[in-house]
């Protein structure tokens, strides 16, 4: 193929936006989609006080040519308009993740509603965005309140059930949940076609500069942290990153996708990530058996 003709192969691809590129699976994504041969438009959260390096962006593959880098923050949610514009398909991936309870469940949810429902609003605006793909998360189909029911997409999580008992990243939950409610609703109302991807706890490769948290999370046995076995339950459900990245793509290209998927791809109890990482890691079997 001569470089015409892959030009034309690449314009038909056509523009796609990211949301949050320079989160873990956003910047895996865009990977992805320049691979891919699409035109990319992904946006990253400014910082007033600093720069933010996102070479490991901009080096990729296809980015000086089809790559172009947008700020954006969901507390302004006019503000992802340009990076949308002249796209025939969005990826929402962006969502704050504070675990620590650093800023109140209520600001963190509002905050993410909004930006989701001006993301949805500049996509009816455009006319040309064919499909909206939400990241979603497993968060959102758990806290029913029992353990003995089958989870699928039909699941909700039971938003009262967490404010009151509070578990481990209940303001995440509570935030995905309210967030994917509210963008389900305003795409019905408003003729958007929208789909949303439920992973459970992404690893894999990555290319951002920081170990990225769930990655980080599931090494901690190695890594020396000793919040793993306060913070998890019993049962972990993984899914690799490749497999959401391409969820996401499969989901966006297919025209008779509608609604909700779960992905998710193995479940492991604490022991057995053990005796995993004891394989692969032999070297750090001292830090894994304390």
């Excluded at 969005?90 to 969502?95: E, G, I, R, T």
């Excluded at 025209?255 to 394989?279: D, H, M, Q, W, Y």
Aim: a negative charge.
């Amino acid at each position: 193929m001569n470089r015409g003709d892959m030009e034309e192969v690449m314009k038909e691809k056509g523009k796609v936006c990211v949301t949050g590129g320079s989160g873990y699976l956003g910047s895996w994504m865009v990977t992805r989609l320049l691979q891919l041969g699409y035109y990319v438009n992904t946006t990253i959260r400014s910082h007033p006080d600093r720069k933010k390096d996102v070479s490991y962006l901009t080096n990729l593959p296809g980015a000086q040519e089809r790559l172009n880098i947008f700020n954006a923050d969901l507390h302004k949610p006019q503000s992802f308009n340009a990076a949308i514009e002249g796209c025939i398909g969005v990826f929402h991936v962006a969502h704050p993740i504070d675990f620590e309870n650093k800023e109140p469940e209520e600001t963190i949810t509002q905050r993410t509603i909004n930006g989701a429902i001006g993301i949805l609003q500049a996509c009816l605006d455009s006319k040309i965005v064919k499909r909206v793909v939400y990241t979603s998360s497993a968060s959102t189909v758990v806290g029913t309140g029992s353990s003995n029911v089958i989870i699928d997409e039909c699941s909700w999580t039971d938003v009262d059930v967490m404010r009151t008992l509070k578990p481990f990243a209940s303001s995440y939950a509570i935030s995905k949940t309210l967030t994917e409610i509210a963008a389900l609703e305003f795409a019905e109302k408003n003729g958007i076609d929208l789909v949303t991807v439920i992973p459970t706890w992404i690893n894999g490769t990555f290319i951002t500069p920081q170990i990225p948290g769930s990655v980080r999370s599931s090494m901690e046995m190695i890594l020396g942290h000793q919040n793993f076995s306060m913070s998890y339950p019993p049962i972990v459900p993984f899914v690799h990153v490749d497999d959401v990245t391409n969820a996401h793509i499969f989901l966006s290209e297919n025209p008779n996708a509608k609604g909700r998927f779960i992905c998710s791809a193995v479940e492991i109890t604490k022991e057995k990530l053990a005796e995993f990482l004891l394989t692969r890691y032999p070297e750090f079997q001292k830090q894994i058996i304390e």
